[in-house]
C-alpha cells in the first residue's frame, strides 16, 4: 500500500524559510518521479516542482524557480522541498507525489 506522508508545514513570515519532508513507503521509491504540488485556498492543485530518478532531472514552476528546490534521499525514501523567500502567495496546502497518488498535505502559511 502506498504511503506519503507531508511535514514541516507550519506559519513563517514572509522572506522567511521551511522545509517540508515526504516520507514514502509502499513502493520502490528510488525508482518513481516524484513531485510536489499545492493547492492555495479558493484555487485548484498546482505543480510545484518534480523530481526524476536521478535525483537530477527536475522542473519548478516560474513562481518558485530560484527560491525552491526538490531534493530525495532515496536510502531514506524521503523526499525533501526547500523553500526560501517565502511569499504571501505561497501560501498553500502542499503534497507530496507519486503517479496519482498523494499524501495528506501540510498546510504552509505567509504571514506577518
Known amino acids: 500500500q502506498v504511503q506519503l506522508v507531508e511535514s514541516g508545514g507550519g506559519l513563517v513570515q514572509p522572506g522567511g524559510s521551511l522545509r517540508l519532508s515526504c516520507a514514502a513507503s509502499?513502493?520502490?521509491?528510488?525508482?518513481?518521479?516524484v513531485s510536489w504540488h499545492r493547492q492555495p485556498p479558493g484555487r485548484e492543485r498546482e505543480v510545484v516542482a518534480t523530481?526524476?530518478?536521478?535525483?537530477?532531472?527536475?522542473y519548478y514552476t516560474p513562481s518558485v524557480k530560484g527560491r525552491f528546490t526538490i531534493s530525495r534521499d532515496n536510502a531514506r525514501n524521503t523526499l525533501f522541498l526547500q523553500m526560501n523567500s517565502l511569499k504571501p502567495e505561497d501560501t498553500a496546502v502542499y503534497y507530496c507525489?507519486?503517479?496519482?497518488?498523494w499524501g495528506q498535505g501540510t498546510q504552509v502559511t505567509v504571514s506577518s
Open positions: 523530481l526524476g530518478i536521478d535525483g537530477i532531472s527536475t
Open positions: 509502499g513502493f520502490t521509491f528510488g525508482a518513481w518521479p
Open positions: 507525489g507519486r503517479a496519482n497518488n
